[in-house]
């Protein structure tokens, strides 16, 4: 996905752009580029590959000081990132230009036809005939720039969350969305903003207001917000007060984000369950389950759907949902569900899980699902993103903005959400004994403080990961419930240290995986002292016997594998069921280092963003 900000009001609009920018870079960060236009009326186009500090570099001291401007920081969906493909993009003259997040499916056939016309278009992207169609409808047709751009949008096909500016027009932009978000925000000084996310805009405004799909908004200093359909439909914009603070997406003294988060689990558990979980009663309340409770009392099978670290907080609900709500359970990767032509049955009931809210296989799949009626839960982070408009009812995570590419608090946050549903679910259909009922709502409730004791860990976990930080390969084993944790704890290392990681049942190792080792390889074991614990300790004892270097995450006091293992970090002793919130925290410090230990860009790794709303 890419990262859209935009500023019309009183005050220069360069820095406001470049700090909503570095606000964005997380969503993606190839190439980034601004445009503004100046009080003499000149449009200016400054765009480079790189990130939003290369940008700054090459523009130099010399800043634009228009009052109206708009930036982009990409990722890559059609062509390179190289200056030409950057955003923004202007159409055949200096008129206008625009800057575009999404996917124009039949650019292809718009670029054919444009060229026909005589058009030249400089860039491989999709997004560039938009500057040319909408500019080609304001040349050919009497249109104002608000009609002309739901002209020319009403010829598109795909997703677009698309800002304009128009040196004709030059206290107005225009903003457009369809399937990629675009919040606006509304300042006290009649300034306007416009961005993909609110992170740009709570330092000016916390009024808001999300705009829907097929809606096009104009943003004007002297006439103000106006809002119509693709169809011309007159909207009245509802502003939202935005819930997130300012402090919420600054590092606090942290040097990365995701060490930030990381130690935020405490505070995001807490902020999970608060509201849900009543001691004194001994109860759960989950409104967005209770308000159809119908559809889960007489559901036949429970649909699981997420991608990534998602698809694994899904499969940790598996085992949840087939032990407290004994509903049979299938988790699915969204994009393989979404292209199978699936078998869903009206009494189905679907859970869509998603921290960003707006990841495209996840969203597509949704809509899958309920063209045959089954009922769509969502679990999301992110407010007024488009997956929870999509469902018929959830609950979010309430973890707050997570800005570290790879996730972390929002992964507790969704397990310690689906744990209050599995045990809310099997509490009113009767499943679960009492005791053991107000017991595990007691432990859940008191998670946070484990994790705490997890965290103390910390500079130990440091002193390890430089055991490891050389590796190029990394096998990560677990049982039942730790199975998922296994796969989480891999996805960590791979995708933020380049290190090669995988997480197989430990189980499995004996089918083929255990070829793989060899004196240098770093085998993770999560190891709890659970039901499966005798059966990890065989397989741990089976890897010591063909070299490998052993970590072993285990229950305080544990000494069998501690008696194995080369090192070991131990986690508080709780529930089988609740464990994964404890396990997983030591693999996600352990990545973290590993991956600063090798120079690792930990926020933004290479070729990744926080959310791929591209297919
Ligand atoms: C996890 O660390 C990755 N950043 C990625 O796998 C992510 O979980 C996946 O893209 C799903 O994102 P979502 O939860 O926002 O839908």
Redesign the pocket.
């Known amino acids: 996905m890419c990262g859209i900000v935009a500023y019309v009001g009183p005050n220069p609009a360069f820095p406001i752009v470049i700090e909503g920018l570095k606000r964005l870079e997380y969503r993606g960060y190839d190439s980034a580029g601004i445009a503004t236009i100046e009080k003499d009326g000149a449009l200016t186009v400054s765009k480079k590959k790189g990130k939003v500090a290369d940008l700054t570099s090459h523009i130099g001291k010399l800043t634009p000081t228009g009052s109206i401007g708009m930036g982009h920081t990409r990722w890559a969906t059609h062509g390179p990132p190289n200056d030409i493909n950057a955003h923004p993009h202007k159409g055949a003259s200096d008129r206008l230009a625009i800057i575009h997040n999404g996917i124009i499916e039949n650019f292809a056939t718009i670029k054919e036809s444009l060229k026909c016309r005589g058009h030249n278009l400089a860039s491989e992207t999709d997004s560039e005939v938009l500057a040319h169609l909408i500019e080609e409808v304001l040349d050919t047709s009497s249109l104002g720039l608000f009609d002309a751009v739901r002209a020319a949008l009403s010829q598109v096909v795909g997703a677009y969350a698309l800002v304009v500016i128009d040196k004709k027009n030059p206290g107005r932009l225009i903003a457009a969305r369809k399937s990629s978000p675009l919040v606006i925000g509304i300042g006290e000084d009649g300034a306007y903003y416009v961005a993909s996310d609110a992170t740009p805009i709570i330092s000016h405004t916390k009024n808001v207001v999300y705009l829907e799909d097929e809606e096009v908004a104009s943003l004007d200093v002297e006439s103000g917000l106006r809002i119509r359909t693709i169809s011309n439909d007159i909207i009245t914009p509802e502003v939202h007060a935005l819930e997130i603070e300012l402090e919420s997406i600054e590092k606090g003294g942290y040097e990365h984000f995701m060490l930030k988060e990381i130690f935020e689990q405490p505070q995001s558990i807490r902020d999970s369950i608060r509201g849900r979980i009543n001691l004194q009663l001994g109860e759960i309340k989950m409104q967005g389950i209770d308000d159809h409770w119908e559809k889960w009392e007489n559901a036949s099978r429970i649909l699981i759907l ?5 698809w694994h907080a899904g499969l940790v609900a598996e085992y949840l949902f087939e032990e407290f709500a004994r509903i049979p359970v299938e988790v699915e990767y969204a994009s393989e569900f979404r292209y199978r032509n699936p078998i869903i049955r009206p009494d189905d009931v679907v859970i869509a ?7 495209a296989d ?1 969203l597509a799949a949704i809509k899958t699902a309920k063209e045959v009626g089954a009922h769509v839960f969502g679990v999301c982070n992110v407010v007024g993103s488009s997956i929870p408009r999509e469902t018929d009812s959830g609950a979010y995570t309430h973890a707050g903005p997570e800005i570290g ?3 972390t608090k ?1 992964f507790t946050s969704q397990v310690a959400v689906l744990s209050m549903m599995a045990l809310h679910i099997g509490n009113k259909k009767g499943n679960i004994p009492r005791e053991r009922f107000t017991r595990l709502i007691a432990e859940l409730n008191n998670i946070p403080e484990l994790v705490e004791q997890v965290l103390d860990q910390a500079p130990r976990i440091d002193e390890i990961a430089k055991q490891f930080s050389k590796a190029e390969n990394a096998l990560y084993l677990g049982r039942g419930y730790q199975f998922p944790i296994a796969l989480e704890g891999a ?2 290392l791979k ?1 933020i240290s380049y290190i090669h990681a995988e997480g197989y049942p430990a189980a499995e190792m004996k089918h083929g995986p255990i070829a793989l080792i060899d004196d240098d390889m770093p085998v993770i074991f999560i190891a709890p002292m659970d039901d499966v614990y005798e059966k990890v300790v065989s397989n741990v004892q089976e890897v010591k016997a063909r070299g490998g270097r052993l970590l072993g995450v285990v229950t305080e006091g544990d000494k069998d594998v501690a008696s194995l293992a080369d090192h070991i970090i131990e986690i508080p002793r709780c529930d089988d069921a609740l464990a994964p919130l404890l396990s997983v925290v030591p693999l996600q410090l352990l990545s973290y280092r590993m991956a600063v230990l090798r120079d690792c860009n930990v926020d933004q790794p290479r070729n ?1 963003a ?3 709303t591209v297919e």
Do not use: D
């Open positions: 997420g991608c990534g670290t998602s899980i998603s921290q960003s809210g707006e990841t996840t590419v790879a996730s929002a996805l960590k995708e990744l926080k959310s791929v």
